[in-house]
């Protein structure tokens, strides 16, 4: 096992149901696949299992971060977040009008609730007519209080098992990858597919921080494996 330094942060796994906290209070995302279908929110290319989080990534609402980091383990726990300390305000001037006709050249057929890209910038679509769209570019979650629950169901101490939540984290999956953990260092062998994936590069310096941060170590290798075709 490798020595964990003392600011090496927490790796947990947890279920959760998030909620706009409104008057229906309605689902909008979650781990579980029943309460997804229930919700119609059901999406068949996402996984619906217990998530892997590392804590003070910086990558959720303080709020809800501070709740998961303090939980305990088997616990259910509710944290309801307000307008201003998540996604904020709506703001009007995210809401832009278009052409009907920049939406036909790329061969879109817009419609109310389609998640369109306009540029460098993703928004859902609020009503088509006369001619025009109009396109409302503020976060989904902006406007709405928020509630969370959810479940820790493990914090995850094992060294590889660690390294591989890392992987399955970033990547989505560790099918083909392999880890190893010993002398201060973590050793990653990429699998066959990151050869041919532009984004490898580039996701990498997000495993590395998140390795780094979860082992409290300084170094992480990366081993590319070339195998020679088999002779008949």
């Not at 068949?44 to 709020?63: N, S, V």
């Not at 890209?117 to 928004?123: E, R, V």
């Not at 989904?140 to 928020?146: I, K, N, R, T």
């Amino acid at each position: 096992m490798v020595n964990i330094m003392a600011d090496a942060k927490k790796l947990v796994r947890l279920t959760y149901k998030a909620y706009l906290a409104d008057a229906d209070e309605r689902l909008y995302d979650t781990t579980d696949a029943d309460a997804a279908k229930e919700a119609g929110i059901f999406n068949e290319k996402m996984t619906y299992a217990p998530m892997a989080h590392l804590c003070g990534g910086k990558t959720l609402f303080p709020d809800l971060e501070a709740a998961i980091e303090a939980a305990e383990v088997g616990k259910e726990t509710t944290v309801t977040i307000p307008c201003e300390k998540a996604a904020g305000a709506r703001n009007p001037k995210l809401i832009e009008i278009y052409p009907i006709k920049d939406f036909y050249k790329q061969e879109i057929n817009p419609y109310p609730g389609l998640t369109v890209t306009l540029g460098n910038k993703s928004g859902t679509i609020l009503s088509v007519g006369a001619g025009r769209v109009k396109v409302d570019f503020n976060n989904q979650l902006a406007g709405h209080d928020l509630k969370y629950v959810f479940t820790v169901t493990e914090e995850i101490t094992e060294d590889v098992a660690k390294a591989k939540a890392i992987i399955e984290l970033n990547a989505g999956t560790f099918e083909g990858f392999e880890a190893a953990v010993a002398d201060g260092k973590v050793v990653i062998t990429e699998a066959e597919v990151c050869k041919f994936d532009q984004n490898w590069p580039i996701a990498k310096y997000k495993i590395v921080a998140d390795l780094r941060s979860a082992f409290g170590v300084e170094r992480v290798e990366f081993v590319q494996v070339w195998d020679s075709a088999k002779k008949e």
